[in-house]
């Protein structure tokens, strides 16, 4: 059994208590996990051809209000 296997299986077993603790627990790690990735790829100048693309269409007009 894989080691992902492992946890479904761990996961299933909890009570809805733990269920929803667990729940909030990775929501929160998922996220800090997620900004760190963005945050190490603006660093690395992997988003700068998105941003460029970003800013010519919001100088060129294509941009509206949310």
């Given at each position: 059994?894989?080691?992902v ?19 909030a ?24 051809g ?17």
């Amino acid at each position: 059994m894989t080691e992902v296997e492992q946890l479904e299986k761990k996961v299933q077993g909890l009570s809805a208590g733990d269920l929803a603790e667990f729940r909030a627990w990775f929501i929160a790690f998922d996220s800090r996990v997620w900004d760190e990735q963005i945050e190490s790829d603006l660093k690395a100048g992997k988003l700068d051809g998105l941003i460029a693309e970003a800013l010519a269409e919001y100088k060129a007009g294509k941009a509206r209000e949310l």
